[in-house]
């Protein structure tokens, strides 16, 4: 007996990149505020349609890029923080640290996130739950099974998420 084929399409370009400044803070614990090149990669599985793809690189390479152009050149701050308030306006983000520390950036320069942390991980899921929802959006009833994204802040240092969709 043959076993059941399975397919995913990987994406891992060079230019699906994004460079970032963030720090990781915790109840007792902030690192300093510090940058990475970050590097995105994408794996989608899904059913093989018949037209025989699993689906369009095309498509997976335009809303990777689009997301990654988001973080670019921004400093990310976690909006789900326990231990960092984050004050909004038009004009500035201020947030202040469970120490007393204020960083004040202009609005322009940031992604206010909906995350706890801005680790690697986080920032792999998030990119995640944009991508999931707009595969979905513009491939429709494709057949995804799994998506997942992986976020290097540097070589050999990446963190996976991985969703059954």
């Known amino acids: 007996m043959v076993g059941e084929q399975r397919y995913s399409v990987v994406v891992s370009k060079d230019y699906l990149k994004f460079a970032a400044a963030h720090f990781i803070a915790f109840p007792g614990f902030r690192e300093p505020l510090h940058g990475h090149n970050y590097q995105v990669s994408v794996s989608v599985e899904a059913d093989l349609g018949p037209d025989g793809y699993v689906l369009d690189f095309g498509l997976v390479k335009r809303v990777a890029k689009a ?5 670019d050149e921004r400093t990310l701050l976690p909006a789900r923080s326990e231990c960092l308030r984050v004050t909004e306006s038009p004009e500035a983000v201020e947030v202040t640290t469970e120490a007393g ?22 920032l792999a899921a998030y990119l995640l739950g944009r991508l999931r929802d707009a595969l979905r959006a513009e491939a429709g009833g494709r057949g995804l099974i799994a998506l997942e994204v992986g976020v290097a802040e540097a070589p050999g240092q990446v963190a996976y998420c991985r969703e059954a969709v």
């Open 67 to 71: 997301l990654c152009e988001e973080l």
């Open 101 to 122: 520390h204020v960083f004040r950036f202009p609005a322009r320069d940031v992604r206010l996130l909906p995350i706890a942390h801005s680790s690697a991980e986080e």
